[in-house]
Structures are given as C-alpha cells and as structure tokens.
C-alpha cells in the first residue's frame, strides 16, 4: 500500500503525516508512507485544500487533520 500526504508543509500537514505514520508503526502495517510538498505535482491531484492523503493513487481525506478512527478506517483495520 502506498499513502501519500500532500500539503506544502504546514502544520495541519505534518500532524497528518504523523498521525498515519503512528497507526502505520502501531499496527505493523506494510504501508510506503511518503510527504508530498511539491506544488507541481499537488495539482495533479486536483485538490484544492490541504491536508490531503492519496492511498494507491486515489484521494481518500482532503481539507481536515484525519482523526486515528478515520485513518484506520481508510486503512481497513
């Protein structure tokens, strides 16, 4: 599974990353976690609020910091 963070390093985007990075270390998960701040390739998302987390290319939560519940629910734990 490959999970993307998209934001241009604000803190709502770093708590997000850290967030998914804790139930990904908690739960033993076999997840590539990756930090996208380049504006560029943002746009290819077509989003337009930030935070936002891709999981396998499709965009999961944009606009809000997901809650630990949230995230394991995209995760499917």
Same mark, same amino acid.
């Given at each position: 599974? =490959?999970?993307?963070?998209? $934001? ?15 139930? !990904?270390?908690?739960?033993?998960? &076999? ?14 998302? &077509? ?5 936002? !987390? ?8 944009? $606009?809000?910091?997901?809650? =630990? ?9």
């Amino acid at each position: 599974m =490959e999970i993307k963070v998209l $934001g241009a390093g604000c803190a709502k985007c770093k708590t997000t990353y850290e967030m998914i990075e804790k139930v !990904v270390k908690e739960n033993n998960l &076999n997840v590539t976690l990756t930090k996208v701040e380049d504006i560029m390739e943002l746009l290819n998302y &077509n989003i337009m609020s930030t935070p936002a !987390v891709v999981v396998d290319g499709e965009v999961k939560i944009k $606009g809000h910091v997901p809650t =630990e519940n949230e995230i394991k629910k995209m995760l499917g734990i």
